[in-house]
T-cell receptor
Framework: AQKITQTQPGMFVQEKEAVTLDCTYD???????LFWYKQPSSGEMIFLIY??????QNATEGRYSLNFQKARKSANLVISASQLGDSAMYFC?????????????FGAGTRLFVKA | EAGVAQSPRYKIIEKRQSVAFWCNPI?????LYWYQQILGQGPKLLIQ????????DSQLPKDRFSAERLKGVDSTLKIQPAKLEDSAVYLCASSKRQSLWGTAPDTQYFGPGTRLTVL
């Protein structure tokens, strides 16, 4: 079974608009962490935002926020005021503290295209 | 602060040849990771070091892949002999995490990767 599911292979958004990238996860651990990374065409993975399973507040980092719905096991990334430079691959990842052996598992990614 | 360094950036070899990749993590980072990213997929962890000890190598094809992290700093990943399906980007990452336990974010910082093409 997939541990991390990103159902949107590609997304388009108009510049300056907000966009939500979906991520659902599967774990039986109580303690885990969720990450979002951006991968531009240059290939380097850039850390964006983190949410711990015990965090009660949704994480925010500048224009990035994580819509964490624990009961639904979803951790969607919201990018506000999209910019042309946001065009890239976006990966959701999870690290399980117990059964996962601290291994980080990545989803298949969503390619975001920002239109001028 | 310098980021994670990797070399070479690109490598083209023929199948059955051997190849080695080098990674220098961020200074002071205890944990080092090697990932394989096949085109169109997310990164897959190959091996994770905590200082110079192996934490997880369950997905490393040990018949052909090997990795070491001498003195708990630099690391090398070797493939011998290479197969066509090894064509991928090999990403190295490091994180501060000193201990396996705790819920603090173990944010990984990635290098630029090495793109390997096996012909």
């Amino acid at each position: 079974a997939q541990k991390i599911t990103q159902t949107q292979p590609g997304m388009f958004v108009q510049e300056k608009e907000a966009v939500t990238l979906d991520c659902t996860y599967d774990t039986s651990d109580q303690s885990y962490g969720l990450f979002w990374y951006k991968q531009p065409s240059s290939g380097e993975m850039i850390f964006l935002i983190y949410q711990g399973s015990y965090d009660e507040q949704n994480a925010t980092e500048g224009r990035y926020s994580l819509n964490f719905q624990k009961a639904r096991k979803s951790a969607n990334l919201v990018i506000s005021a999209s910019q042309l430079g946001d065009s890239a691959m976006y990966f959701c990842a999870m690290r399980e503290e117990n059964t996962g052996g601290f291994k980080t598992i990545f989803g298949a990614g969503t390619r975001l295209f920002v239109k001028a | 602060e310098a980021g994670v360094a990797q070399s070479p950036r690109y490598k083209i070899i023929e199948k059955r040849q051997s190849v080695a990749f080098w990674c220098n993590p961020i200074s002071g980072h205890a944990t080092l990771y090697w990932y394989q990213q096949i085109l169109g997929q997310g990164p897959k962890l190959l091996i994770q070091f905590q200082n110079n000890g192996v934490v997880d190598d369950s997905q490393l094809p040990k018949d052909r892949f090997s990795a070491e992290r001498l003195k708990g700093v630099d690391s090398t990943l070797k493939i011998q002999p290479a197969k066509l399906e090894d064509s991928a980007v090999y990403l190295c990452a490091s994180s501060k995490r000193q201990s396996l336990w705790g819920t603090a974010p173990d944010t990984q910082y990635f290098g630029p990767g090495t793109r390997l093409t096996v012909l």
